[in-house]
């Protein structure tokens, strides 16, 4: 047993009376919750998970919070192989597992302090590393939000996680963690109740309901004391959200929120012809072979070989990526080179060691008539020569124009385009007012 599992940081739900602009966002992930000692793993009750020495040995010798890990959608594939007893464990099946690390509880600073010292600790190009950091994003606002939640759920992901800037790391549940998700309202048949317990003892436990395909499934929350105490009657149609389906196509997490006096259920059957209600679809169910391993937003996870263990680059990484707009926030843990601009150096290893300024600022353009086009080119030309951060195994790291800033979101691209047009307008002044002087020249006379 682990105290120290018990006391990790837990999220609290957003509402959009609270405003993400500048939050940190990360992929909420639905993998197995898992607390490092130091030495072992344990869950959030505090128990021992009996995981292969080899997992193991790449992990600094200091507490972090982060969850095990096999792919999108995989929760009850992950959850069967980290919850085995020890005489059960199967080591290979934890070569294509990942330990994602989104904290260091015992780091002590703030929280953009304890991201740089992760990603400065965790040897992420080293094949014997089966852990990877959790890629972060500012949020530019409630609409970069919104498309970032649609992109993950596209993707078969769980939601997004919101993390307030210069927070601490917290032993409770904490408004600094937000869990940002998508939820689905939709209609059920109650075909019967079961009876609480503890508190709710003599009262509503929760409904038996039916889904118009006929799939059967309980609604034991949202409820309140009156309600659990006059539950809706058998034949009511009910409204419950949820926030998935589980692999055998049941809501999972669902959540009552108002009987329907105003629908029969002829009338939510009748709806559902035209209409198929989400809980009715299919549910794709990964595979569950562990042959590859997955991306998520704002992080490429490499594939790895199943059976040397080793990590291996694949084209289709890359293109598992959600949004391949969507820019890793790298925080760059490099010092700046003393020559600054005037570097001269090109050597691998300084380029590795120190971060350059000019590797980040553009180059002026001469030619007004190709401003967009040179400006395109100029900058891919910039990314491109980077130095690759040496515990990245993220291929987009290369292309992110905001690596070596440290959360510094200061850009001049909207100051070049301000001054763009004033001097193409200057240009214009200057040819209409040609056009318009009259020629002077006088003729003469032939004699």
Same mark, same amino acid.
């Given at each position: ?31 197995? %919750? ?5 030495? @072992? ?10 995981? &292969?020495?080899?997992? +193991? ?51 002590? #600073? ?30 530019? #606002? ?56 503890? @508190? ?12 118009? @395909? ?5 609604? #034991? ?6 309600? %659990?105490?006059? &539950? ?18 049941? &809501? ?20 559902? $012809?035209? $209409? ?12 569950? $072979? ?49 020559? #600054? ?6 050597? &691998? ?51 992110? +124009? ?15 385009? %301000? ?16 056009? @318009?002087? +009259?020629?002077? %020249? +006088?003729?003469?006379? $032939?004699?």
């Amino acid at each position: 047993m682990s105290s120290e599992a018990t006391k990790v940081l837990l999220a609290e739900t957003w509402s959009e009376d609270i405003d993400p602009t500048d939050w940190w966002m990360s992929e909420k992930l639905d993998g197995v %919750r898992a607390y490092w000692s130091g030495s @072992n793993f344990y869950s959030r009750q505090g128990n021992l998970f009996h995981v &292969p020495d080899f997992f +193991k040995v790449a992990l600094p010798k200091i507490p972090l919070d982060g969850e095990i890990w096999c792919g999108r959608g995989l929760f009850q594939k992950c959850i069967s192989i980290v919850k085995k007893q020890a005489n059960k464990v199967v080591p290979d099946d934890y070569k294509l597992l990942t330990y994602l690390i989104f904290d260091a509880p015992s780091h002590g #600073g703030k929280y953009e302090d304890r991201m740089k010292w992760l990603q400065a600790n965790i040897p992420q190009d080293d094949d014997k590393c089966y852990a990877s950091v959790v890629g972060v994003k500012k949020c530019q #606002g409630l609409a970069d939000l919104k498309q970032c939640l649609a992109e993950v759920n596209a993707a078969g992901g769980e939601g997004i996680m919101l993390r307030k800037p210069g927070s601490l790391y917290e032993n409770k549940r904490s408004s600094t963690l937000l869990k940002v998700k998508t939820f689905y309202d939709e209609e059920a048949l109650v075909i019967g109740h079961k009876p609480g317990k503890g @508190n709710c003892t003599g009262m509503l436990g929760a409904l038996e309901c039916q889904l118009p @395909n006929g799939k059967r499934f309980d609604v #034991g929350s949202g409820f309140t004391m009156n309600q %659990r105490r006059k &539950p809706p009657k058998k034949g009511s149609v009910i409204t419950f959200k949820f926030q998935e389906l589980s692999n055998a196509g049941s &809501p999972r997490f669902p959540v009552f929120l108002r009987l329907r006096t105003d629908l029969t259920w002829d009338d939510v059957l009748e709806a559902a $012809k035209t $209409k198929t209600p989400i809980s009715v679809k299919q549910k794709v169910v990964p595979t569950t $072979k562990l042959s590859k391993q997955h991306s998520i937003l704002f992080s490429v996870i490499p594939s790895r070989d199943g059976k040397a263990g080793k990590k291996i680059a694949r084209s289709d990484d890359d293109n598992e990526q959600p949004s391949s707009s969507s820019s890793l926030q790298k925080l760059d843990v490099r010092e700046e080179c003393p020559y #600054g601009e005037k570097c001269y150096r090109k050597n &691998p290893d300084h380029l590795k060691q120190y971060q350059h300024p000019s590797s980040t600022i553009k180059p002026k353009l001469t030619k007004n008539t190709s401003r967009t086009k040179s400006s395109s080119k100029s900058r891919s030309k910039v990314e491109s020569e980077e130095p690759v951060s040496p515990t990245t195994t993220d291929n987009l790291l290369v292309k992110d +124009k905001n690596k070596g800033r440290e959360f510094d979101d200061d850009d001049d691209d909207d100051q070049q385009q %301000r001054t763009a047009p004033t001097k193409t307008n200057e240009r214009k002044r200057n040819l209409e007012e040609k056009s @318009n002087i +009259k020629p002077t %020249r +006088k003729r003469v006379k $032939k004699s």
